[in-house]
């Protein structure tokens, strides 16, 4: 079992050299960058050969572009911002020496740190990934935002985490949910969705509620707290934005 590992990256030159680090076991390494202006590209140099400039094609389209480079079928792919921890490199590096794998992919748990603390619950972990995939039966979905790998197979389970590294304070989290409402607002729209009032008025008060109480975000502490503020300004901002689209505002 030989494993390509693959990262898609813009602007990455504070992450992307510990990312490439914990993919030093990857019997092939794939670096697609989208047009860096910083030293992404430069210090991607140093663990590979085998950096691609590719225009943004959208999340999905950027990763499968990403697979699509590749010389194995079993494919790894990890984000700019994320490590892997050595129990998980240790459980990879068991199944390349199996001798047969009936399933077409692998999921994993991912762990956010965020604000200076791990989060353990507010539905943030676990967060099971399908990361490790056979490309002749699994291909990433999802242009906008939230992409996935789609498989057509069993998907089995590894226990040991993607650790990731999300936003680095409360006003990177504010300008990264700004853009993402903004992409999930166009892709609801492309699908013909509306936005109604009770949506508006009543969906990010669930959303709180569901993330602080029923997924145990107040045992989260502070970032808890703000796990739920901001998944609740995600759900009325995407909202709001979906009823601009179809009000041409």
Not at 106 to 126: N, Q, T
Not at 190 to 198: D, I
């Amino acid at each position: 079992m030989k494993i390509s590992a693959t990262i898609i990256t813009l602007n990455e030159e504070e992450n992307i050299a510990e990312a490439l680090e914990t993919l030093a076991w990857a019997d092939e390494i794939i670096v697609v960058d989208s047009e860096s202006t910083d030293r992404t590209v430069e210090i991607a140099l140093r663990f590979t050969n085998k950096v691609i400039t590719q225009k943004w094609l959208g999340y999905a389209a950027q990763k499968n572009f990403a697979t699509e480079q590749t010389t194995n079928d079993w494919v790894f792919n990890l984000d700019a911002d994320e490590r892997i921890t050595p129990e998980l490199q240790r459980q990879i590096e068991t199944l390349k020496q199996s001798d047969h794998i009936d399933a077409a992919a692998f999921e994993m748990p991912r762990k956010v740190f965020y604000l200076g603390k791990w989060i353990k619950h507010s539905g943030w972990y676990p967060d099971y990934k399908i990361r490790l995939y056979n490309r002749t039966k699994g291909r990433w979905q999802g242009d906008y935002v939230h992409e996935s790998v789609k498989v057509d197979g069993e998907v089995e389970r590894l226990n040991g985490d993607i650790l990731h590294y999300t936003v680095r304070n409360a006003s990177e989290h504010h300008l990264r949910l700004d853009r993402y409402t903004t992409l999930a607002a166009q892709e609801a729209f492309e699908k013909g969705k509306r936005a109604s009032f009770v949506a508006m008025a009543f969906a990010p008060f669930a959303t709180f509620i569901k993330s602080y109480l029923f997924k145990r975000g107040f045992l989260d502490g502070y970032q808890g707290f703000a796990i739920a503020c901001f998944a609740a300004q995600y759900v009325f901002l995407k909202n709001i934005k979906l009823w601009e689209l179809h009000n041409g505002k």
